[in-house]
């Protein structure tokens, strides 16, 4: 095999291939150069191509980015001497095998170094065993070398076979160079179209001037050519094709991505809503259980304090015909605390229901307190008479400070209500105030017992009304209660259904990204085998 490195063709091939490095040198600038300056790279390697196999430029890896033979333009050769010939730092000549059973001389030498990154080319040059001329030489010397030896063995004198001998080399000399033309000239024909077929031209065929069996290869040669033209029309038909849809695909995917993400990003912020949502009806869930606790809480004290307001009550009525000139004046002041509980009714018509027992529950609380204060004072002025009247009156107090105790726990809890309820206060002052001077005539009159007895009824009666409106509150509230816990119900539901659409979002929006990569893909390659297509020469 060392033997073909020291032919005079091996070494004529390394030079050329020197020659053509220095002249392609100053268009390789950056990766991007064998784009720009594809066309120049290809006819200067195409002209200097001439009988040698191959013309490539690679790269240290094997990477062919310039190759006469288009169809193994960006192969990678990464066999041994095809990865020797890429890092060559000086030029190279080897032995190389092809895998189509061809043994060639393989020239290489650096052409340029760019941005770290070299460029080697690579030239192939395949040197031939004669056979055609020897052999033809052998048909011309052979029949003649014969019939010169047959003048030894027939009677024919040495001068008729000289004669005979020279006259057969003679004429099979000229019919073996018409033989020798006529193969030549097909088989470099067949060599000249193989090679621009080769090169990506297409359009070039063996113009045959016969239909003999020898000339057959040619019409053969120009099969594969109409072939191959049809497949790389069809193929860059496609590919164009292709090209288009898997653009239309990309731009699609994009837009669906980017709808998919910001409809994602939308239903993660609803998810988030929706939890915070469900916390807040929890929390007003267990606001509301804590509202109905006191509530009812506040209804045992009211049954007691009841009873001992019964009691007073009784014993106010003992009382009753001392404070008969006081009537007149006492019916005044239940006009005016009538008055007041009509104020009151008019401002509990703007607030809901409970707002407005509640509200009820406060004015009649401090009514009693007032009530009950007047009655301590009163029993203080009756001395031992009314004493047991000071007991039940400051039960009575109690049980009304515990009232608005309680109730300003719940104003506390309602406070979006607190500047309607402000009127119905200052009513209940007003009514106070005429109270007072209700209070101021019976203290005139020296009726105490009386109002004692007043104060005592219409504490029954607060009571009862507390007592009622307890009920009805707690009867609310545990109705609202159901709702909530009905609404929180729904409320768990529909979150759970949101973080399920969310997780199904966010794979829906994973997938549509993977489909958008797909194209893109689809759109490279299609690119990739418009720009093979193009490598052709078809018209």
């Not at 600038?29 to 430029?57: C, P």
């Not at 040197?127 to 010397?141: D, E, G």
């Not at 016969?210 to 050519?225: T, V």
């Amino acid at each position: 095999m060392n033997k073909l490195l020291r032919k005079k063709a091996a070494k004529q091939a390394l030079i050329k291939v020197e020659k053509i490095a220095e002249q392609i040198k100053p268009l390789i600038q950056n990766d991007a150069s064998f784009d720009t300056s594809y066309g120049n790279f290809h006819t200067i390697l195409d002209e200097a191509l001439k009988r040698d196999e191959y013309l490539v430029i690679v790269d240290t890896e094997g990477t062919s980015y310039i190759h006469t033979n288009r169809l193994l333009e960006g192969t990678k050769f990464d066999d041994q001497v095809g990865l020797q010939a890429a890092n060559t730092k000086e030029p190279l000549l080897q032995v190389y095998e092809r895998l189509t059973g061809e043994i060639l001389v393989d020239g290489s030498c650096p052409i340029v170094e760019v941005n770290g990154k070299q460029y080697n080319l690579r030239i192939g040059r395949i040197i031939h065993q004669k056979f055609i001329i020897p052999f033809l030489s052998a048909v011309t010397i052979v029949p003649a070398i014969s019939v010169f030896l047959s003048t030894f063995l027939l009677p024919i004198s040495i001068e008729t076979g000289l004669i005979v001998a020279g006259i057969s080399f003679v004429v099979t000399a000229i019919f073996t160079i018409i033989l020798y033309k006529y193969l030549m000239n097909g088989i470099n024909s067949w060599h000249r179209v193989t090679r621009k077929i080769s090169a990506g031209d297409l359009t070039v065929e063996v113009k045959n001037r016969s239909r003999s069996e020898f000339h057959q290869i040619g019409f053969e040669i120009n099969k594969m050519a109409i072939g191959m033209k049809k497949i790389i029309a069809e193929l860059g038909g496609s590919s164009q094709v292709i090209n288009k849809v898997s653009y239309d695909q990309a731009e699609e995917s994009a837009r669906l991505s980017n709808t998919f993400t910001q409809f994602g990003n939308t239903m993660q912020s609803f998810q988030a809503g929706a939890e915070n949502q469900l916390a807040s009806l929890q929390s007003a869930s267990a606001m509301v259980q804590t509202m109905i606790r006191g509530v009812r809480e506040m209804d045992d004290q009211i049954e007691g304090t009841l009873s001992i307001s019964e009691e007073a009550s009784i014993a106010a009525k003992e009382g009753s015909k001392a404070i008969i000139n006081s009537e007149q004046k006492m019916h005044q002041l239940e006009e005016a605390v009538n008055n007041s509980a009509r104020k009151i009714a008019q401002v509990a018509e703007d607030v809901n229901n409970v707002i407005q027992k509640v509200s009820s529950i406060t004015q009649i609380a401090e009514q009693t307190n007032l009530l009950a204060l007047n009655a301590s004072i009163e029993a203080a002025r009756a001395g031992d008479a009314g004493s047991g009247f000071s007991v039940v009156a400051t039960e009575v107090r109690k049980l009304a400070e515990d009232t608005n105790e309680f109730a300003s726990d719940i104003f506390t809890q309602l406070e979006k209500t607190r500047e309607e309820m402000q009127e119905a206060v200052e009513h209940v002052e007003a009514n106070t105030y005429a109270i007072r001077e209700g209070v101021e005539i019976v203290q005139i009159a020296g009726s105490s017992i009386e109002q004692l007895n007043d104060a005592s009824i219409q504490s029954k009666e607060a009571i009862v009304h507390n007592s009622r409106y307890a009920d009805e509150l707690t009867k609310d509230g545990e109705q609202l209660e159901k709702i909530i816990e009905e609404i929180n119900r729904i409320a768990e539901s529909f979150t759970e259904q949101v973080i399920k659409t969310v997780s199904h979002m966010d794979d829906q929006i994973e997938g549509i990204h993977h489909l958008a990569v797909d194209a893109e893909t689809l759109t490279n390659q299609a690119n990739n085998l418009n720009r093979t297509v193009h490598k052709f020469t078809l018209s």
